[in-house]
Each structure stands twice: as C-alpha cells, then as structure tokens.
C-alpha cells in the first residue's frame, strides 16, 4: 500500500511512522516548510519526500492532509485534483463543517484523531500516538463505500478506533470537549497572572502614604525568589496545560467553529452564573450537589464503554446505491456504538451485497441491530 502524507508535522509525521511500522506501508510525503522533510526522512516517518503534493499522490492509495483548519478545503481540491480514482483523500482537522460543505467528491472522508501532544513538530513524531483514540470520520451521502472501507480498515491497523458522524454534530461536540476548554485555560492563565501579578505590587506603594509592615511581608511572600510570580499548584497546571497552544492552528480553529463555540460559552456562563449563585447565597446544599454531579458526570464521561467484552458480527443487506455505507455508519454513529472492524461484500452482479460489521457488547450488538433496522435495512446476526 502506499500513503500519502501532505504537511508531515507531528500528526502527519505520526501517520507515517505508525503505517510504516504497523502496516508495512510505503510513505512519500510533501511539507513546503524548510528542513521538514529531511526530519521526516531522519525519524523515520517518510520513505520518500517528494518535491510537491502532485509527486507525494502518485500511485497512492490513501491520502492524509494535514494544514491549518483555514487551509484545508484548497489543499484538499489540491489533492483530489492531483490524486488517482481509487485514491481515498482524508484530513486530521479539528473542525469539519466547513470542510465538508467545502469539497464535494466521493473520495473524500473528513478525519479528526482525538490525539496530540504539547510539542509540535515531526521530530516529536510516534507511531503509538493513535493507540486505543477515537477518529472521528464524517461521511456524506457522496461517500464512495469500498474506499470508506479502506481507510476504517487503515485506521484500524494504526491502533485508533474509527467512529462516524456527521459533521454538524461533530463540530458542535468539539465545542464543548475540546475548543471551550482551551478558551477556558486562556482565560484562568490571564486571570491568575493579572490577580498574582496585583497581590505581588501590593505593599511597593499605597494610597496617600507608605506600605503598612504587613502589607509589604505579604507583597514579598507573593513575589518569591528574584520577583517571580509564586508557584502554581499541580490542578492549576493540569488544567491550564492546553492555554496558549499554537496560534496558528488555533486561531483558525477557534473562527471556524465560532458559532458552536459561542452557544459552548454561553452555557458555560450560565453554569458559572448558577455557581455563583449558590455561593452568594450561602446555599451549602446546592454546593454540595452541584460538586457530587460533577465526579458523576466526569466518571461517565471518562469510563471506556467498550473496553473488552465480546464482539458481535452483524451482517446488513444493503442496495449497491451511493451513500449506503456512510448512512450506516452514521447512525450507529450517532447512537454511540463504535465499528471495530467492517468489510463489504458486493453480490457478483453489483445490484446489492452486504456489509459485515463487528461490534463489541452484546448489548452494543443488539442497539446497533435496532438502529439498523430503522433505516429499512435487512439485518441478521451471524
């Protein structure tokens, strides 16, 4: 198999070493900024640079774009234009809307790893960085099914687990799990900083006279060592982790998302609002429960609902019709049931066939069996 690589940084740099590594895939790769290249090669993530985007498709299989989220829809149309029929084009961006209703060509799959790290660049590049993550991928009814096979599968074998949804409702949830958060962090850092940064001129000049004895020690134990602001605590430090990542990357991000965004801050005002006050008014209960719901929340949130457990093979009887494979996928999807692995069978005269899906929970199994069957489609467990 051979891969495409457009824009090799840490994502694209990761993709490579992991299907070099996992798949036995070869790698050719294009990144217009200096030195890129010959890291990518030295790291191993590359098995060929080449010299543009055109010279990277050449016989590929399966393309990966990876740019800045403003940048994407023309360097997609660059790659589709470059690439081959049977060539499945994705991205790694963090917004999918405005890609999606961007580019319109059935080889196209918008793609979102839900995985980084805080060092940018090739060099912090590795294969494992995809182990056990969730890849959002946002089909539309234009999805051309064999090649939406093909990347599931390819996204499989890199360790990531591969989940479809449409991308209103993925732009929407990354609001709220991933860009509100980063908003989040901006603002505790500003706010800590300007609060910290007060606390340590307090006492260095007073209103009408000198700094009191007591106002000058408390300016000294908040200045610390060589006028430095004090130490933060490790809560402070985890969840501000994120606060000024790459602007470039982000700013993009944030314009691009802005109305999902703004509906995720306003909420989080509202609950802010709430908090705020239970606390003027003393009201210990309401404190009490709101903090208890949190830890729930938070568990539920974070608790792996498929990890182990049995796996289930259902089989779906489908029409040979465009956009079949995505619909599928969508909704299971959307109902939260995760495709561990898939394969298409097409009947020998093309009119119809069926999809294998492997599912993991019997009653994962069973929900993806009711799901189906409400989009009118045959469905058998095997």
């Not at 050449?58 to 740019?67: H, N």
């Not at 809560?235 to 991000?253: E, L, M, P, Q």
């Amino acid at each position: 198999m051979r891969i495409a690589i457009l824009g090799v940084g840490l994502i694209g740099g990761s993709i490579g070493l992991a299907v070099r590594e996992r798949l036995g895939a070869e790698v050719a790769g294009f990144d217009p900024a200096d030195g890129v290249l010959d890291t990518a090669l030295q790291v191993g993530a590359l098995d060929r640079a080449a010299p543009d985007a055109p010279a990277a498709l050449a016989g590929a299989e399966a393309a990966f774009v990876a740019a800045p989220v403003g940048a994407l829809p023309g360097a997609i149309g660059a790659a589709l234009a470059a690439a081959g029929d049977d060539c499945v084009v994705s991205d790694v961006g963090s917004t999918k809307r405005s890609v999606v209703e961007a580019v319109r060509d059935e080889r196209f799959i918008g793609g979102h790893p839900l995985a980084g790290a805080e060092n940018a660049g090739v060099r912090h590049a590795r294969a494992e960085l995809f182990d056990g993550a969730t890849w959002y991928l946002t089909p539309t009814a234009s999805t051309r099914g064999t090649l939406y096979e093909r990347l599931h599968r390819l996204l499989s074998g890199l360790g990531a687990r591969p989940a479809a949804l449409d991308a209103e409702t993925h732009d929407r949830m990354l609001a709220t799990v991933s860009h509100l958060p980063h908003v989040l962090a901006n603002v505790l850092v500003a706010q800590a900083a300007r609060a910290l940064s007060e606390e340590a001129s307090l006492g260095t000049k007073r209103p009408g006279g000198d700094a009191s004895a007591g106002d000058e020690h408390r300016a000294e134990r908040w200045r610390g060592e060589a006028g430095r602001l004090p130490a933060t605590g490790p809560s402070f430090r985890d969840i501000t982790r994120v606060a000024g990542a790459n602007t470039a990357i982000w700013r993009d991000i944030y314009l691009a998302n802005a109305d999902a965004l703004i509906g995720a801050i306003d909420d989080a005002t509202a609950r802010l609002a709430a908090v705020r006050g239970a606390l003027a008014a003393g009201d210990a209960t309401a404190i009490a429960a709101w903090n208890d719901a949190a830890r729930e929340d938070r568990r539920r949130l974070l608790e792996a609902d498929l990890a182990g457990g049995t796996v289930a093979e259902l089989r779906v009887s489908v029409p040979n019709r465009p956009g079949v494979v995505a619909e599928v996928a969508l909704a299971l999807g959307r109902g939260g049931i995760n495709i561990l692995d898939m394969a298409l069978h097409p009947a020998p005269d093309r009119s119809s066939g069926y999809i294998v899906l492997w599912i993991a929970g019997a009653d994962r199994a069973a929900q993806a069996e009711a799901l189906v069957a409400g989009l009118g489609l045959p469905v058998a467990r095997a």
